[in-house]
């Protein structure tokens, strides 16, 4: 008997938030115990944001459907629906949705997304 060399993610862990945020852990710490890389899909409302933060890993995100604001070290960016970016470790950032849609989104980080590396700023 051989073992499988694929998983299906059915049951993404849906990560408790209190902005709301919607995120689905595919592939992570949490959702299947990697550490080399996270995938999650994620919904920001209209006029969500994060406080600044520097996280320890890269982050490539991909704008499903809406718009999403990046202040990275003071330059703002917009993406728009079907634009991705990669941003890299030890940046200085801040996430937004200041639209009036949701944004609906895939986050990769390698490696994976861990809590206590991101290192975020007190308002």
């Not at 917009?78 to 009036?100: A, D, H």
Request: glycine letters at 6%.
């Amino acid at each position: 008997m051989s073992s499988k060399k694929y998983t299906i993610q059915k049951s993404p862990f849906i990560v408790p938030t209190n902005d709301g945020k919607h995120i689905e852990e595919h592939f992570g710490l949490i959702a299947g115990g990697s550490s080399q890389l996270s995938i999650a899909r994620m919904i920001a409302p209209p006029g969500w944001s994060e406080p600044f933060q520097t996280p320890d890993f890269d982050e490539y995100t991909y704008i499903i459907s809406g718009k999403k604001q990046f202040n990275i070290d003071g330059e703002i960016i917009i993406l728009k629906t079907g634009e991705s970016i990669k941003i890299e470790k030890k940046v200085r950032i801040q996430y937004s949705n200041p639209f009036n849609e949701p944004c609906h989104y895939i986050s990769i980080c390698t490696p994976a997304f861990d809590v206590h590396k991101v290192h975020r700023e007190t308002i």
